[in-house]
């Protein structure tokens, strides 16, 4: 990708704009939960910095809010706490992102960072409205996009903004896109891909895609059960799709076509009642009224005597319910083992499989965990993500 990164701006006497993803889970009581996305900014905001940047405006949206003014649960109040003490200065926090007195504030400063209220607030920001990206460049002479969490929308502050500041990829954003762009371009073979979470749907565009350049695509999770299906097999309770039985039996008949190995489970953890893991069984055959919940000890092997060949492996999706420890047993068994390998890239796509590698203690053995599940999924389906496309291209 030939894009400007922000070693490319000059920064220095300038103000410096950046959307960052502080897209964080809050508990009732509104503290940060986990701050692996505040963290993940830091070494952009502290470049810009350094090199003589006279202000730093951060911008980002947290939650969902309905975009009809403020709502409490969603102010970046916490954010701005969390970042004072990872940064060690004072951050101004805004009570809105946009307006005269928003402008006013950030020209009167005298503090170097600057905090905008959440930007969800406005309903111009999903419309892309060129008015509100107007006004957010405003603030500014020059814009960073560090979010790929949001890379795959185009919102004003993401998109829109590129058409009235210069504007450059912040060093997250880099780093994702050098590793997926690594994966979609020239992956180093074998080039095998786990594939898990509750749908086939969210998936198919993923699996055309792969099947063009992975050698094996191994597959657990929901998801598996309407290939299992297709191929005949008794599920039981498993998930289903339905209406995707006959997409499951062209994707399979296609990796054939295309020599590309699909493996899925032979043998299942089951439960008669989800809320009753005591219940539970390892079967080689789903009996009816069951429900399978990860995949079984033989599968594991099998899945990691392909990992054992790979020389890139991309994860998208959890293999098993990990999140309830008495089903969680294949999750973390591919999870132990993906971080033994040696000399191989290993690239987790954000979301469950980065909560899954988190929970298993494994992050620090993975060479890159995305920061964005939704973008990484249509990063890897080929897609052009608006937030990447609209920054400037080098010189």
Request: charged share 30%; with cysteine.
């Amino acid at each position: 990708m030939n894009k400007m990164t922000v070693k490319d701006l000059d920064v220095k006497d300038k103000k410096v704009i950046i959307r960052a993803d502080f897209n964080v889970p809050l508990d009732k009581e509104l503290n940060i939960t986990d701050d692996r996305r505040i963290q993940a900014s830091l070494p952009t905001i502290k470049y810009v910095l350094e090199n003589g940047a006279s202000k730093v405006i951060l911008m980002s949206h947290l939650g969902r809010p309905k975009g009809e003014g403020p709502e409490d649960a969603f102010r970046l109040n916490p954010v701005a706490k969390r970042l004072e003490e990872l940064l060690g200065q004072k951050v101004l926090k805004l009570d809105d992102c946009v307006g005269d007195e928003v402008k006013a504030a950030v020209d009167g400063a005298t503090e170097k960072i600057i905090l905008l209220e959440n930007l969800r607030f406005h309903k111009q920001e999903k419309k892309n409205d060129p008015e509100f990206a107007k006004q957010l460049a405003s603030l500014a002479d020059v814009y960073v996009n560090d979010a790929f969490g949001t890379a795959h929308r185009a919102h004003a502050s993401v998109a829109g903004i590129t058409e009235y500041l210069p504007s450059a990829a912040g060093f997250l954003l880099e780093k994702e896109i050098k590793y997926f762009g690594q994966v979609i371009e020239n992956p180093q073979k074998p080039f095998v891909v786990i594939l898990g979470g509750a749908k086939v749907s969210d998936k198919i565009p993923l699996v055309e895609s792969l099947i063009k350049k992975a050698d094996s695509i191994l597959i657990g999770g929901g998801m598996a059960y309407t290939f299992l299906k297709a191929l005949g097999k008794n599920i039981g309770n498993s998930k289903l799709e339905a209406d995707k039985i006959d997409t499951a039996k062209d994707l399979l008949e296609k990796a054939k076509e295309a020599g590309v190995q699909i493996l899925l489970s032979e043998d299942y953890v089951i439960v008669e009642d989800f809320d009753k893991p005591e219940t539970k069984r390892i079967v080689d055959d789903i009996p009816d009224g069951w429900d399978s919940l990860d995949i079984g000890p033989k599968t594991r092997e099998s899945f990691k005597k392909v990992l054992a060949t790979a020389k890139t492996v991309v994860w998208n999706g959890p293999v098993g319910v990990f999140e309830i420890d008495a089903y969680a047993d294949g999750t973390k068994d591919i999870a132990e083992y993906l971080a033994t390998l040696k000399d191989v890239t290993i690239i987790v796509g954000g979301g469950d499989s980065a909560a899954a590698v988190a929970k298993f203690g494994v992050e620090d053995k993975m060479t890159h965990i995305s920061t964005g599940g939704g973008a990484s999924l249509e990063f890897l389906e080929g897609k052009e993500l608006p937030g990447i496309a609209a920054l400037q291209d080098k010189k």
